[in-house]
């Protein structure tokens, strides 16, 4: 194992180097992250290319482990970690450079509920598949999910409960977003260890994501689907 401890990340090709930072993003190294991250900089990268091909296709393969069985929150949460040290470096250059960005998601555990790890990391993996995450933390009254998703100009609002008696809230928020008249204008997720696909239906939302891996691969079908109507519009 002696020869593992010598791999130089700046001395490694392009391609070798991108193989190399999937495996340091499996294994939650930060700091080698964040030290990939700026070579490929350096190499003359655009900030887009590597959140797309070196971090966002890492922490697919991280997502599919998670589905699969292979990974358990720990790890994930881990491997998360060491995504948002490379994010840390990239967000200011793709804001600079107008990157296009997947889609953006306000997200947080509803009113009464104060739970809150599926919720992290369901926002932590949607930023490692290049969304970007609103987090409006726990306990959210109906009235700071609507002024978030206006504030923010979101796609996605996520909503999570722990509790079966604060399940109930989803539909609050659905219902009060009928009413308003803008429940069309956003995809709505649910998910939480209560709910399940009939919940899910019964209020009025777009999907019930069991998890974190599902959350994102159903969030990325329905960006898909929306940028195809308006393409059609």
């Given at each position: 194992m002696a020869?593992?401890?010598?791999?130089?990340?700046?001395?490694?090709?392009?391609d070798e180097l991108v193989l190399q930072m999937y495996d340091d993003l499996y294994d939650g190294l930060k700091e080698e992250i964040e030290e990939g991250v700026n070579i490929?900089?350096?190499?003359?990268?655009?900030p887009y290319e590597i959140l797309t091909k070196a971090l966002v296709a890492g922490m697919t393969i991280v997502g599919h482990d998670f589905r699969d069985g292979i990974l358990f929150v720990p790890e994930v949460l881990l491997a998360a970690n060491a995504m948002k040290g490379g994010m840390f470096?990239?967000?200011?250059?793709?804001a600079e450079t107008g990157a296009p960005r997947v889609g953006k998601m306000v997200i947080g555990t509803v009113k009464g509920d104060i739970h809150d790890i599926g919720k992290n990391l369901v926002g932590m993996m949607m930023e490692g598949?290049?969304?970007?995450?609103?987090?409006?933390?726990?306990?959210?009254?109906?009235?700071?999910?609507?002024?978030?998703?206006e504030r923010e100009g979101a796609d996605i609002l996520g909503m999570s409960a722990l509790l079966t008696t604060t399940m109930p809230y989803m539909k609050v928020v659905i219902d009060t977003m009928i009413e308003k008249g803008m429940r069309d204008d956003y995809i709505v997720l649910v998910g939480g260890a209560p709910l399940n696909e009939e919940f899910g239906r019964a209020i009025g939302a777009d999907a019930y994501?069991?998890?974190?891996?599902?959350?994102?691969?159903?969030?990325?079908?329905?960006?898909?689907?929306?940028h195809n109507q308006g393409a059609v519009a």
């Open positions: 020869e593992d401890d010598e791999i130089i990340l700046s001395e490694l090709p392009d490929l900089l350096a190499r003359g990268w655009t470096i990239l967000k200011p250059l793709l598949a290049g969304f970007e995450v609103v987090d409006l933390g726990i306990n959210n009254p109906v009235e700071k999910y609507i002024e978030a998703l994501c069991r998890d974190a891996a599902v959350a994102v691969e159903t969030a990325k079908t329905f960006i898909a689907r929306k």
